[in-house]
């Protein structure tokens, strides 16, 4: 009996080594760095343009032999879809956009505000008879599901009584939504910087209704699994980044020119896109989360969470500011 239950405790001991050693094959070391880091870049986020202009990952990157890997975002529900597939690792969004993502299952977290931008309103053509909120009633919307300016456009039209019910939102991409608008195929477009800002100058559209206030942060997400498991390669992702941030805030002209360049629009538009944005407040943070917590009600009135979903616990678990933190107080000399 004595001999079976050593030999019984021989193969647990067996085991748990065996267990230990499949943990540390799938765990990454302290410091480790991927062989490759995939990020997109977006005509709303200009940090992102400026990076991938000058190569600034790639020379960060370059002594460890990583490989960067560029991919475009149209808007925020495609870097979403990209991060829930596995797609990028690291994703521009706007702020509501990033809490319906991770209250959908979207393992996100926010790492980075790349900025404070008023870069959506609802957009009527230059001809347009409406006037106030109240006039779309019934009309035609173009906006792209699951954006920042879709979700804009509910609490717009919360604001006086209606829903998405009382109206018809066309489901486009946000190029395509100016398009659609321009040709009269619908009666307004939730716009969306620089598209928005071209609408106006080139085609004289205006801006129906304004609201700074509905306007989310533009947030940097990282999923988590890549936070977990790469987290001094994020951070210096960041740094990186927050060189950006400080580049545009110091070259405004240079930077105007590289998104008018790299988003094919005009160097009047682009420096209108610029001139509307806010780039101070780079780590997310108490400020942020009030923001999202005072719009997320939307979110839940227009069922488009499950319900009973804890969205106040949902934005609390989305913001970290642990990687940013560190990298904006270097940069400052603190």
């Avoid at 347009?128 to 300016?149: F, V």
């Avoid at 719009?295 to 970290?320: C, F, N, R, Y």
Wanted: charged fraction near 20%; include cysteine; glycine fraction near 6%.
């Amino acid at each position: 009996m004595k001999r079976f239950w050593n030999r019984a405790l021989r193969r647990v001991a067996l085991l748990c080594l065996a267990l230990a050693a499949t943990a540390g094959a799938h765990a990454a070391p302290a410091g480790a760095v991927p062989a490759e880091i995939r990020l997109d870049y977006a005509y709303y986020s200009p940090e992102s343009l400026v990076i991938k202009r000058y190569g600034w990952l790639e020379d960060e990157f370059r002594p460890d032999h990583t490989q960067i890997q560029w991919v475009l975002s149209l808007g925020s529900n495609r870097a979403l879809e990209y991060l829930n597939s596995d797609a990028i690792d690291i994703g521009s969004t706007a702020g509501l956009a990033a809490v319906l993502g991770r209250a959908n299952g979207n393992p996100i977290r926010a790492v980075y505000v790349f900025s404070r931008p008023e870069w959506t309103a609802l957009v009527v053509r230059k001809d347009s008879p409406l006037k106030t909120l109240a006039d779309l009633k019934g009309k035609k919307i173009a906006a792209t599901s699951g954006t920042d300016p879709y979700l804009f456009t509910l609490r717009a039209l919360q604001t006086i009584g209606l829903t998405q019910d009382d109206v018809e939102i066309v489901n486009l991409q946000h190029p395509d939504g100016r398009t659609a608008l321009l040709n009269g195929q619908v009666d307004a477009w939730a716009g969306l910087d620089p598209l928005m800002a071209a609408a106006q100058i080139d085609d004289g559209a205006r801006l129906l209704y304004r609201n700074v206030n509905f306007n989310t942060y533009g947030f940097l997400d990282a999923r988590e699994a890549f936070i977990n498991q790469y987290p001094q390669a994020l951070e210096r992702v960041l740094k990186v980044y927050e060189r950006a941030r400080i580049w545009i805030l110091a070259h405004p002209d240079e930077a105007a020119q590289i998104v008018a360049e790299e988003s094919k629009v005009s160097l009047p538009v682009a420096k209108l896109q610029l001139q509307r944005t806010d780039f101070s407040q780079p780590v997310p943070g108490a400020q942020q989360i009030a923001a999202l917590k005072a719009a997320a009600p939307i979110l839940s009135a227009e069922q488009l969470v499950k319900p009973g979903t804890d969205l106040p616990k949902v934005i609390d678990t989305l913001i970290d500011p642990q990687f940013a933190q560190p990298v904006v107080t270097a940069s400052r000399g603190q």
